[in-house]
């Protein structure tokens, strides 16, 4: 029997491999050549996945998000939403999600001049706002509130939270995760309190 | 008499160019040879400036940096303390603050790998949170408040000003001023209330 090779599995290793390396050196450092060294490959079979230094970014951006989504699916039960795990989740206390906030900053200044990028941006903020409202729907606290109230809670918890990433990837001494963590029980405590 | 020719200012002057097309393209696009274009100068001439690539972008990162400071100050009369005037000042509402923005969000990706702008970037949260606190202090209303709570209410505007502009630079028509102001309001209505 030959060898069945996952290509889907094999690109997606790929693109963390890029990842990885966005996050510790930034976007020029992930060229096909470079990953290719750092997965033990050729640049003709990296080449193979991914037509140009374009394709790979696209890839290494959609890894980034995608695990970021595993992780945060991963920190609370399914089908008990509880908004607090769930946008704790979001913050880069955990080494992985650090590393996911890393891969973004590197894709912002990039963002400003390419539409797909800013159009994936604009995507990423949306999804993760509608997955905080929908956590306060199934959350017996929050699902007292107006759906205004939790439209604009997410909003006002979702800015704090690209804040904090931000201010705690350049200062992370001046960030430990009680700091991270008070700034956001203090808005979910007061959102609560809403009418 | 020969003419005199400001050194520091012509400087300055290539460095704002370089920020415009920061804002605009990218980190990547700002080359010496696309500021010399820019500019109408010659490449030697750029690069009697600034002696690398390097150079030039660190004296683009200050002068985006002096610019929203500059901004910053002209927005509230000398020697009237006020929070409001103070903190609305640094949202990107106008075109040149978020022509700010843009360029630091330019720098995030490459500060990730470089130490010295890792540096600046610190420097420059820690000196707007202490321009907020000193707002604050000369400011009746939030001078009532402990030490304490004046950092802590900095600390939280400062993180709602930047996620706010991060969102807003990708999706400004999700993000118009008056909703800008309306996140800010609320935390200073607050943090004002507080003992």
């Known amino acids: 029997m030959p060898a069945i090779i996952d290509h ?3 690109r997606r290793e790929l693109a963390d491999i890029a990842a990885d390396i966005v996050a510790e050196e930034g976007l020029d450092a992930a060229t096909v050549r470079r990953v290719a ?3 033990g490959a050729s640049t003709k079979v990296v080449s193979h996945y991914f037509a140009d230094k374009r394709a790979l970014l696209i890839a290494t951006y959609h890894a980034a998000a995608a695990q970021a989504h595993r992780l945060a699916d991963a920190s609370h039960p399914p ?3 509880d908004v607090r795990a769930q946008v704790l989740s979001l913050l880069p206390t955990r080494p992985a999600m650090e590393r996911a906030w890393k891969v973004w900053f590197a894709f912002w200044g990039h963002a400003i001049a390419d539409a797909d990028f800013a159009a994936a941006q604009r995507a ?3 999804r993760a706002r509608a997955i905080i409202v929908e956590a306060m729907e199934g959350d017996a606290r929050f699902a007292r509130l107006t759906p205004s109230a939790r439209e604009q809670g997410a909003r006002e918890v979702l800015t704090l939270i690209i804040g904090i990433a931000q201010q705690a990837a350049f200062d992370p001494e001046d960030w430990p995760a009680r700091r991270q963590i008070r700034l956001i029980d203090d808005a979910l405590a007061r959102i609560v309190m809403r009418k």
Chains 1, 2 share one sequence.
């Open 8 to 10: 889907e599995a094999r």
């Open 79 to 81: 089908g008990r939403a």
């Open 124 to 126: 990423q903020a949306k």
């Open 37 to 39: 060294e750092a997965a």
